[in-house]
């Protein structure tokens, strides 16, 4: 829960950790597990941040919601739905807009830092993906 007096640092322990394996529906190459540590999630579920971590293989996302993705491991390639391909390396610093479609390739390990606000309240499935 997000407490408007205190600052959270993504260099503390995680306030919820959920590890899941993609679902097979999305997957394009291998079965890559995620695991996603939320620091802060408002009450109603509209904003989080936290740190995402995700083992090697390829699936589909279709995003929900706006997201800042800060990448600290691993590569990433970003194929958009016209099949454009962009490199995401340790140190960039992008964000998806809301709607954003397309298939990430989870060439090692990742690790990302991210803040997420979705549009709509969320649903029982996770969103960010």
Not at 15 to 34: D, E, L
Request: charged letters at 20%.
């Amino acid at each position: 829960m997000l407490d408007n007096r205190s600052i959270v640092s993504l260099a503390d322990a995680a306030q919820h950790t959920t590890r899941q394996p993609t679902p097979q529906h999305k997957c394009v190459r291998g079965a890559p597990v995620q695991t996603f540590h939320k620091h802060v999630e408002t009450s109603d579920g509209l904003f989080t941040a936290g740190i995402w971590e995700c083992e090697p293989g390829s699936f589909t996302v279709q995003f929900t919601g706006y997201e800042f993705a800060h990448l600290l491991e691993g590569e990433i390639h970003l194929e958009d739905q016209d099949g454009e391909v962009l490199r995401f390396v340790p140190g960039m610093q992008l964000i998806f807009p809301a709607g954003y479609a397309g298939t990430w390739h989870v060439l090692t390990k990742a690790r990302k830092a991210f803040t997420w606000h979705e549009i709509s309240p969320p649903h029982s499935e996770a969103v960010i993906q």
